[in-house]
């Protein structure tokens, strides 16, 4: 399975994912994360790794992508990297991290000030989500940039299900219509993770949300605020994250 983990700025997203692959993991799965966000520095300090060298770099950088792009769409060379299907076997080890069965794949990062846009790398986040066959007991988890801009760049056509982390505010609220409306004309399966609830928040928000699409309710934890504000690895396990691997793997 191939789940992609979308949401609002400071929603949650990374925290999500990072204790979703843990649980994973400590099934016995083989798990890929796929960092897709171009901004997001911290996600491998949550899964205790490294930042390794990202997909993009291996590919020949981010100019190279580019030139590929505009070849592709003067109807030219066609912007084509992958000649045959990947299985996690042919993902390159120089662009991965690993602990504990997890892998951490970064596809780009933006380094440099008027480099340029990121849309290079949405491109070679859905081509290699396309291409990636997963075998059985592995599950592929994507962090994607704050907002639906992967939405228009396709990203979630590679993947089999969509977690839209949703935390108590008017904005991603707001946001979850949008979201849902894109994964019913997409007819991706969609669940809603609400994130840093309690019971009254929960209700609230159960007001403005389809319920039967809220998977988990993860209340606020101080181990998480902790982990988060120091960047440490997330080392503990989280029984409202355990409840969504339950209902992802069942």
């Given at each position: 399975?191939?789940?992609?983990?979308?949401?609002?700025?400071?929603?949650?997203?990374?925290?999500?994912?990072?204790?979703?692959?843990?649980?994973?993991?400590?099934?016995?799965?083989n798990v890929l994360v796929v960092d897709s966000d171009?901004?997001?520095?911290?996600?491998?300090?949550?899964?205790?790794?490294?930042?390794?060298?990202?997909?993009?770099?291996?590919?020949?950088?981010?100019?190279?992508?580019?030139?590929?792009?505009?070849?592709?769409?003067?109807?030219?060379?066609?912007?084509?990297?992958?000649?045959?299907?990947?299985?996690?076997?042919?993902?390159?080890?120089?662009?991965?991290?690993?602990?504990?069965?997890?892998?951490?794949?970064?596809?780009?990062?933006?380094?440099?000030?008027?480099?340029?846009?990121?849309?290079?790398?949405?491109?070679?986040?859905?081509?290699?989500?396309?291409?990636?066959?997963?075998?059985?007991?592995?599950?592929?988890?994507?962090?994607?940039?704050?907002?639906?801009?992967?939405?228009?760049?396709?990203?979630?056509?590679?993947?089999?299900?969509?977690?839209?982390?949703?935390?108590?505010?008017?904005?991603?609220?707001?946001?979850?219509?949008?979201?849902?409306?894109?994964?019913?004309?997409?007819?991706?399966?969609?669940?809603?993770?609400?994130?840093?609830?309690?019971?009254?928040?929960?209700?609230?928000?159960?007001?403005?949300?389809?319920?039967?699409?809220?998977?988990?309710?993860?209340?606020?934890?101080?181990?998480?605020?902790?982990?988060?504000?120091?960047?440490?690895?997330?080392?503990?396990?989280?029984?409202?994250?355990?409840?969504?691997?339950?209902?992802?793997?069942?």
């Open positions: 399975m191939k789940v992609l983990v979308c949401g609002k700025g400071g929603s949650g997203k990374s925290t999500v994912a990072a204790l979703l692959a843990k649980s994973m993991a400590k099934r016995g799965f171009e901004s997001n520095y911290g996600l491998h300090r949550q899964l205790g790794m490294e930042l390794p060298s990202t997909l993009m770099d291996h590919f020949g950088g981010k100019k190279e992508m580019m030139g590929k792009m505009r070849r592709s769409f003067a109807g030219g060379e066609e912007a084509s990297l992958f000649d045959e299907k990947w299985t996690f076997a042919s993902i390159p080890a120089e662009a991965t991290t690993e602990k504990d069965g997890i892998r951490l794949l970064a596809i780009g990062k933006i380094h440099d000030f008027g480099e340029g846009c990121a849309c290079p790398m949405g491109a070679l986040s859905r081509k290699f989500l396309d291409n990636l066959a997963v075998g059985n007991k592995e599950m592929v988890i994507v962090d994607t940039e704050a907002g639906i801009e992967h939405f228009g760049r396709g990203i979630e056509a590679g993947c089999d299900a969509i977690l839209a982390v949703l935390d108590p505010s008017y904005e991603s609220l707001l946001l979850s219509k949008k979201i849902a409306e894109i994964s019913k004309k997409i007819n991706k399966p969609l669940y809603f993770v609400l994130n840093r609830v309690d019971e009254e928040r929960k209700a609230a928000m159960l007001e403005f949300l389809e319920k039967e699409r809220v998977a988990a309710a993860i209340p606020e934890k101080k181990e998480i605020f902790r982990a988060g504000l120091a960047g440490d690895e997330f080392d503990f396990a989280v029984a409202e994250v355990e409840g969504l691997a339950d209902l992802l793997t069942g």
